[in-house]
């Protein structure tokens, strides 16, 4: 029988950096930048507001504020359908702050606030995948190959082993108690493909030296996982392009808005589905 999960949005600016999508569009936070006419952060709550095995939404900003311009979290919110919680100085302890309140029994997903390209069909085939393999926590991950042959120019950070490119896509599971050990690799902030001077601190200096030099096998990371966190870790490759495509600068929002244009003309132009009392 298939698990229902309570999901995790990450929506805070990072501590001391200001945002250039929220600087060039205007707003506060990233998260509120309009794409595909909508903030950011509503195409995600769209999407895990529309999938079955999602039971509860929390959002983690600095302030309930910045969601009074989301229409759809302030529908949720009233339907108890979704919650506000503060964010931290840093990734972990924000993500302990989502956490907070909910039955210990309930495996989590996380996902950020700047994946407006995410699908229910996807959320509901990485969790399928992450069930199937039996871990403590999975993330997602897509093959450099996937994302590059449909969109040659897409902007991802692939972060090299010495096996292939692959680009993180956004995605993770959290299955049980144990798996909160995890989130310990974000304490310092993560973004390995964009930092990869981060993945000592992660990792320790030995694994995370031959991170940066791309000589550990992607399989060391799950090693690493049992070894350091005592944790039954699991990547899932995603098989959509679009999967690590997240709005990161001009690029990539326009980007986002082509594609998410070209999904809302394919949608008007598909036949209507038969009623089910036909």
Known sequence: MSKMYHAVIMAAQRVGEENPVAK???VSHKCLALVGGKPLVQNVLETLDACSRISGITVVVEDRAVLGN????VDLEASGRARFRPSAQNLTDS???????????????????????????????????VEASGTDASLAMTKKA???????????????????????????????????AAAEMFRNGAQFGKKPERATGS???IPG?????ALIPRGMLLFLGRFKFGLKLGVVDMPWAESPIDVDDGHT?????QILAT???EAAAAPPKPSSNS
Not at 70 to 73: G, H, K
Not at 100 to 112: I, M, N
Request: hydrophobic share 45%; proline share 4%; with cysteine.
């Open 24 to 26: 060039a569009a205007g």
């Open 70 to 73: 989301v229409p759809l979290f």
């Open 95 to 129: 993500l302990m702050s989502g956490l907070e309140g909910l039955d210990e029994k309930t495996p989590t997903l996380v996902a950020t606030g700047d994946n407006a390209l995410l699908l229910p069909e996807q959320v509901v085939w990485f969790l399928d995948q």
């Open 146 to 180: 996937v994302t590059k042959d449909k969109y040659p120019d897409g902007e991802c950070n692939f972060l090299k082993f010495l096996d292939g490119e692959f680009s993180n896509a956004n995605l993770y599971a959290l299955m049980n108690d144990k798996a909160l």
């Open 203 to 205: 990792m320790g200096k």
């Open 209 to 213: 030296w031959l991170f940066q030099k």
């Open 253 to 257: 929002m326009a980007l986002a808005n």
């Open 263 to 265: 999904r809302a003309a």
